[in-house]
């Protein structure tokens, strides 16, 4: 049986849509999106430019100014590195049985498991964070009276960088959500205002942050396993994605209807000064 009504670029958006509201690192108040329409408009690569500091001098009546300063500048390049597909195949027996139900599902599937490829992409990039407590070798390990102290710590870390307060975020593990709801100043504070639109993930505030909680904080296995806690704001990093193609087909050897499509992203820390990472261990 033909996927008479299949029109792409509903199915297209479709996905895209339900990707958007799965992310956790991937949302636009949590990494902004820029030059995610410069790169669907004109290629797969933007060049982002920085101007250095101004010099600020003191100015005296009647003397000439020194010569205009030429400012220093650097390129950063924000590429779509990560290309990601799905393909599967309905039987037109079970289509008969369940359709539409099997297709459906199977969509939210894919869109799901895209949804996480990107997401623990996005959370990789806690290496080229400019802050750090702990690290590999030496991570710290909280406990209930000392995991909220962690979060004043990596605030700390973003004002000493003149990190804009409003808007900041931390992300962490169920774990270290337990240690902090057995803590008066979590539980007391974390409470938001009914009214208040949640982010995806958000599990309160603390500490100046909207503190959100994911599976996929990036944990390092070895001898000293430790999860990477990242907090900071969404100028520090920059995320585009497309979906590029989908298409329905129906497979030579097969009574069946399939379908496939293709994900293509990238990200790029821009701002490294505005993003800080806790290394912290599980409690034993």
């Known amino acids: ?14 996905l895209l849509q339900a990707l958007q509201k799965s992310l956790v690192y991937g949302q636009e108040n949590i990494i902004n999106r820029d030059y995610e329409g410069l790169i669907r408009n004109a290629g797969d690569t933007v060049k982002i430019n920085t101007v250095g500091d101004v010099t600020i001098g003191d100015y005296t009546k009647n003397t000439n100014m020194s010569d205009p300063e030429t400012l220093t500048d650097s390129t950063r390049t924000l590429q779509i590195t990560q290309s990601k597909y799905f393909n599967f ?6 289509a ?19 949804r996480n490829a990107a997401d623990k992409y996005i959370a990789s990039l806690y290496v080229d964070a400019l802050n750090k407590i702990g690290d590999d070798t030496t991570p710290v390990q909280p406990a209930k009276t000392d995991a909220y102290e962690y979060l004043v710590d990596l605030s700390v870390k973003l004002d000493e960088a003149n990190v804009p307060e409003e808007g900041r975020f931390v992300i962490v593990p169920p774990w270290y959500e337990g240690l902090m709801l057995k803590d008066d100043r979590f539980v007391k504070a974390g409470n938001l205002p009914s009214d208040t639109r949640l982010l995806n993930g958000q599990i309160g505030r603390a500490a100046g942050f909207n503190v959100l909680k994911s599976n996929n904080v990036p944990k390092v296995t070895g001898a000293n396993e430790n999860f990477k806690i990242i907090a900071g704001h969404n100028i520090a990093w920059s995320y585009a994605e497309q979906i590029n193609q989908v298409e329905a087909y129906r497979p030579e050897k097969r009574f069946a209807d399939a379908l496939k499509g293709l994900h293509l992203y990238g990200a790029k820390v821009v701002r490294p000064e505005a993003l800080a990472v806790l290394s912290a261990k599980r409690p034993a």
């Open 96 to 114: 008969a049985q369940q359709n539409p139900k099997v297709m459906s599902q199977a969509m939210q599937n894919a869109a799901y498991a895209l």
């Open 1 to 14: 049986m033909p996927l008479t009504n299949f029109i792409p670029t509903i199915w297209s958006a479709r």
């Open 89 to 94: 195949q309905v039987d037109d027996i079970d």
